[in-house]
């Protein structure tokens, strides 16, 4: 026979079930604490924010499939990024999202290849199959970029630059928010657009 949950139980339970839920659904902010996150990368090295304190950090979410992440890639803008961002010290992190049996989900070697093959220059592919981190960070959109601080704060979230197009042709005059925003880091300087909207293909989580 069943026996009744005592009253000050339930209240607890119900009680951790709304701020869990209150967890998950906290949206990232700029200026607040970046997202924790537990993911491993393509060699089986588990990083987390910790793992990156004194450091500056962009975080990259990929798609090798979508024709937005391919316009970077193609037309090597975003190995640009990542090169310039290695010479300032950037520690920059790919992140795949894709759930396996999802398009755009990669295993550990097929991302490898695709960072060869891209000559593409990230510290680290992380491999967030669960989407939690994804999920943590609001990610929507490959390309999405974020940038954390030496301390752990968000700084930038949004898109690569302001021209919302799969056309390599765009990047030529756009406004690359990554090469702007390491400027102003370089510089000393605050960011001046810490948030704008990120376009391309969504995530399938």
């Known amino acids: 026979m069943q026996q009744a949950q005592h009253p000050l139980l339930t209240i607890g339970l119900t009680l951790c079930a709304a ?5 998950l659904a906290a949206a990232p902010e700029v200026g607040a604490p970046a997202p924790d996150f537990s993911v491993i990368d393509t060699k089986g090295e588990v990083w987390t ?7 500056t ?4 979410w990929t798609n090798h499939d979508c024709p937005y992440v391919r316009k970077h890639y193609d037309s090597r803008n975003m ?3 990542q090169h310039k961002a290695a010479e300032e010290g950037v520690v920059w992190l790919t992140v795949i999202s894709s759930a396996p049996g999802k398009q755009g989900h990669v295993s550990p070697e097929q991302a490898d290849e695709l960072t060869a093959s891209r000559e593409a220059a990230p510290v680290a592919v992380l491999l967030d199959e669960s989407g939690e981190m994804g999920g943590a960070y609001g990610a929507s959109t490959t390309p999405h970029l974020f940038m954390i601080d030496p301390e752990g704060t968000l700084i930038y979230m949004g898109g690569i630059d302001d021209r919302p197009t799969s056309d390599v042709a765009d990047i030529d005059g756009a406004t690359n928010y990554v090469d702007q925003a390491l400027a102003e880091l370089a510089a000393g300087e605050a960011l001046s657009t810490p948030v ?3 376009y ?4 399938k989580y």
Do not use: A, V
């Open 57 to 60: 950090t962009i975080l990259e």
């Open 196 to 198: 704008t909207r990120p």
């Open 49 to 55: 924010l910790d793992h990156l304190k004194g450091k």
């Open 19 to 23: 701020l869990f839920s209150l967890n």
């Open 200 to 203: 391309g293909c969504s995530i």
């Open 79 to 81: 190995q640009r990024l």
